[in-house]
């Protein structure tokens, strides 16, 4: 037998009338749906101390108990990938993820992952869920993250995350000259259409809320820091996308490049040439599972990320006309 797992989660109002482990899923997404459908059958997952079947619906306000032995959670290869290690102690390890690196295997990716340069990495990834990651960033999108390196801090991290305690920072540069911040809360799930995308679904959305702030403004974009109080899949870039201002260089989102009326030709090149959406996760702060003491971590923006505000400052001011 391995170490246990004990985890616990309440049914929120929005997942009221959901299949067990499509709740399930929900409230402990560092777990894979196959791995919790497992616990379900086997007792392990129950539901106000009653064993249900995977199908049966949960009601809002239901207590999800989980208590099982770990077992080697992963069958991935290890891969010298390099890490960039923002911090390291024997319960987390906090790193700068670069744009273009998948997070997790999964099809068209079995390999070249952060999974697999973890395990490298240490091989007390091996043992832990999903290699110990317990948030994800998108494939392009760069920036912080916190990995957990035993089972005590991944059921930690897990449920801080759960809590909504864990403090995600963001810098974006989205189309458009703001003219302040504020607070986007509109609920999100799946494109009704494009199954491959999520989008603002006003009846049966989960709920999402991005604040953000200017943090720089031009005469045609605007930089602006993102914080999170939920944290739905691509949740700012749909969001900003929602409010008519979408990432500059957002493939899924933001439509075709949006060139201003007489911008310069480093401009136009810039902005063309930025292929991928101009987001990076900044800051994070949670409570150190060893010590339960809070924590901040920072990394620098992405060096491509820079060099676009840079040319934004330069380029892309008021008056300014190619020639």
Request: aromatic content about 2%; charged content about 15%; proline content about 1%.
């Given at each position: 037998m391995g170490d246990t797992i004990e985890l616990t989660a309440q049914v929120p109002a929005d997942l009221h009338g959901s299949r067990l482990d499509q709740a399930a899923a929900q409230l402990f997404p560092a777990y894979s749906r196959s791995r919790l459908q497992s616990w379900i059958r086997k007792g392990h997952l129950r539901v106000d101390g009653a064993q249900l079947r995977p199908r049966d619906a949960v009601t809002a306000g239901a207590l999800l108990e989980v208590v099982t032995s770990l077992e080697p959670a992963v069958s991935w290869v290890a891969q010298d990938i390099a890490l960039q290690i923002i911090h390291e102690d024997d319960s987390i390890l906090v790193l700068d993820k670069p744009a273009g690196l998948v997070v997790h295997p999964a099809a068209g990716?079995?390999?070249?992952?952060?999974?697999?340069?973890?395990?490298?990495?240490?091989?007390?990834?091996?043992?832990?869920?999903?290699?110990?990651?317990?948030?994800?960033?998108?494939?392009?999108?760069?920036?912080?993250?916190?990995?957990?390196?035993?089972?005590?801090?991944?059921?930690?991290?897990?449920?801080?995350?759960?809590?909504?305690?864990?403090?995600?920072?963001?810098?974006?540069?989205?189309?458009?000259?703001?003219?302040?911040?504020?607070?986007?809360n509109a609920p999100m799930g799946r494109h009704p259409r494009q199954r491959k995308k999520m989008a603002v679904v006003e009846h049966g959305g989960k709920s999402a809320i991005t604040h953000y702030r200017v943090a720089r403004r031009f005469a045609n974009h605007t930089q602006i820091d993102v914080s999170l109080e939920t944290g739905r899949t691509h949740q700012i870039r749909v969001h900003m996308a929602h409010r008519h201002n979408p990432l500059v260089g957002d493939p899924v989102y933001g439509g075709r490049p949006r060139i201003p009326r007489g911008a310069s030709h480093e401009l136009i090149e810039g902005l063309r040439g930025f292929s991928r959406q101009a987001l990076h996760a900044r800051r994070l702060g949670l409570i150190h599972p060893a010590s339960g003491e809070p924590v901040h971590y920072e990394c620098p923006i992405a060096g491509d990320l820079s060099a676009l505000i840079e040319l934004l400052a330069r380029e892309d001011v008021p008056g300014k006309v190619d020639g």
């Open positions: 990716h079995a390999a070249g992952t952060l999974v697999n340069a973890l395990l490298a990495h240490s091989s007390e990834f091996e043992q832990l869920p999903r290699a110990g990651i317990v948030h994800r960033l998108d494939k392009e999108t760069s920036g912080i993250m916190v990995v957990a390196k035993n089972l005590v801090a991944h059921n930690d991290l897990v449920n801080q995350l759960q809590a909504r305690s864990v403090q995600r920072e963001y810098v974006a540069v989205c189309i458009g000259a703001l003219t302040g911040g504020g607070t986007i």
